[in-house]
């Protein structure tokens, strides 16, 4: 299956730092044949923090989801359409599409972690990359929690180096551990 990025220019009023679940829930609601599928991945917004745990949305923020490349049209029915994220209204605006590149270096902001440990994290990243044929070298970094309904999400970021082109891709595509549609395990390039 191929995949791609859609970014939509996004406006409105400031919204939590931590957004991630109040953004796929609002998502979920306006377009839920497309969320619905445990393939797709949304990143959280990026903004200029305005203390308190707020960031203010600014004129290059964008709204990044990684979906299968059928789902285009799903998602495009999203543009020009208002949501309520954790009581922000924010709009989402045009939207571009662009292919997976096969990066050699590649970065996650944040990968769930199972146990909130970082042994434990590197042995579960091992195998997670042996499951999916990828022998690469990796960096662990910053640690994160991410609140969801079920509690907190413990996570790490995670860099992975030299991988081949077909090495990339797949774990573009597949991504790594749980939560996907909140932002984890969702890999970009890195130069």
């Given amino acids: 299956m191929t995949h791609v990025d859609i970014a939509f220019t996004i406006s409105g009023e400031r919204l939590p730092r931590d957004h991630s679940y109040d953004l796929w829930r609002a998502l979920s609601g306006a377009a839920p044949t497309l969320l ?3 393939s797709v991945a949304v990143l959280p917004v990026r903004g ?3 203390g308190e745990g ?3 949305l600014q004129r290059r923020s964008r709204l990044l989801m990684r ?3 059928a789902s285009v049209d799903l998602a495009l029915d999203l543009c020009d359409r208002g949501f309520d994220v954790a009581g922000a209204s924010v709009v989402l605006g045009a939207a571009k599409t662009r292919p997976l590149a096969p990066y050699a270096t ?3 902001h944040r990968v769930a972690a199972d146990v909130d440990e970082e042994v434990a994290f590197v042995k579960q990243v091992s195998a997670s990359l042996q499951a999916l044929g990828v022998g690469a070298d990796f960096i662990v970094g910053k640690r994160t929690v991410t609140r969801s309904p079920e509690g907190d999400i413990p996570g790490f970021s995670l860099m992975l180096c030299e991988l081949s082109a077909r090495q990339s891709l797949a774990l573009q595509v ?3 551990g749980a939560h996907r549609g909140l932002g984890f ?3 970009v390039g890195h130069k």
């Fill in 36 to 38: 619905a599928d445990p």
């Fill in 48 to 50: 200029a923090s305005v």
């Fill in 54 to 56: 707020a960031i203010v």
């Fill in 67 to 69: 979906i299968p490349e």
């Fill in 106 to 108: 590649l970065y996650a």
């Fill in 174 to 176: 597949h991504g790594i």
């Fill in 185 to 187: 395990g969702v890999f």
